[in-house]
């Protein structure tokens, strides 16, 4: 017996409201309507229930306010719902949709999907029926920014593989996506005016294997999909350290003009840009202009993490060098949280990613007004391995068991850094131990619904018992896309 869809949604909604009694069931005749400005949501909600149902589902103009079929609407809805929050409402004879924006009905369409058969995400034909239990849902974020980041310099991801978490991440109403591009092990975009970055600074990878990179096209390509699901990419060059790959391409990066070898361990700390050359800050400008370039989001991230070779002198010298520059190309600066001590600049964002629960760095960018991301490490860190038996990943951080992941307040994790500090949470998922598509999938599942509801809901409905419940009716999901999640034992499975 398939587990009740109002019982089974991850995230969890502001406010749910059954409808006893009540239940849709969408059938051949079934129509998607929708407001002009939000043809691309109704065109990818077809996209999802036409394989599986099998209906020819047409998608076309809403007028007035249509009494059968899925409405998606970009009037009405209430005002609390701001720009990323939906109202559902399931009737018998209809579904309507309301946002403010497309992106609130994308999400809307989302929990849409949660309330379907798991085997709706099937890519054939099933059997029905197509039942939605009727509800009334108003639903909105607690936090604005709802990040994921999948390191691609450790091991090379292809696009496919991108664009298959880009997916799994929509389905959890996520709506950044940070690509980790550059790294001591690789580099993995190409800049025309530095062209061995790619071919020799992306030509291997931890372990020794081929590694690779994007072209541009493909860079573009990974951010028009993202876009598509209402995701904007955040590029990260990581300087001053973790510079490895830039300097074994050019050995003028380097102070004593000697390109090092291409590293394939996952040592980390020992390489840093040279500061005092000229050179240096060329290649800044080039590598951000031409990165910024391409990605249409305003936010560039400038890693700044375990500059361990880069004295504290040079790594301030060199940050106030290279902040302005990503200004200049228009991008709004996100770092991990040690580069934010080397400015002023309020717009700047910090992403915290220690284990502690106080960084003096931090709350002093606070006290200035920084908005600030959290990644703790020992509760955010997809790469961390489950428990000490989990083959994969990493566990310099602590074990993170599904329940740790979940059981902590981004509102008040850190202290002097309250909730209306917190731009929002992200999830890093590092690959030195990450070869396939399927290990990012079995670090990242279940424990993203985690960080997903974190990010989303109201603190007032976190509760482990109920999302421990909810996350396990997510595993026939899981199961249909085929989706190699790990079974934790804490969470009741189907
Ligand atoms: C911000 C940050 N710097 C380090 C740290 O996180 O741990 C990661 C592995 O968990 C590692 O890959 C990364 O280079």
Known sequence: QA????QSLVPVPVSVQARSGVTHTLTAATKIYTAPAARDVGTFLAGVLRPSTGYALPVSDATGTPADGISLLLSGAPGTVGDQGYQLDVAANSIVLRANTSE????????????????VESTTAQTGPWTVPGTVIVDYPRFSYRGAMLDVARHFHPVSTVKRYIDQLALYKINYFHLHLSDDQGWRIVVDSWPRLATYGGSTQVGGGPGGYYTKAQYSEIV???????????????????????????????CNGQAPPLRTDIEVGYSSLCVNKEITYQFVEDVVREIAALTPGPYFHIGGDEAHATSDADYQTFMNRALPIVKKYGKTVLGWHEFVKTTTDTTAIPQYWGTSTSNATVQAAVARGNKVIMSPANKAYLDMKYNSSTPLGLSWAGLIEVQTAYEWNPGTHLSGVPESAVRGVEAPLWTETLVTGRDIEFMAFPRLGAIAELAWSPWSTHNWDQFKVRLGNQGPRWTTMGINFYRSTQVPWD
């Open 224 to 254: 028009q999909y993202a876009a598509s699901r209402k995701i904007t990419v955040i590029p990260e060059i990581d300087m001053p350290g973790h510079t490895n790959a830039a300097q074994a391409s050019y050995a003028e990066l380097n």
């Open 104 to 119: 609130g009905l994308f999400t809307g369409v989302q929990t849409l999907r949660q309330l379907l058969p798991a085997k």
């Open 3 to 6: 587990a009740e869809p109002l």
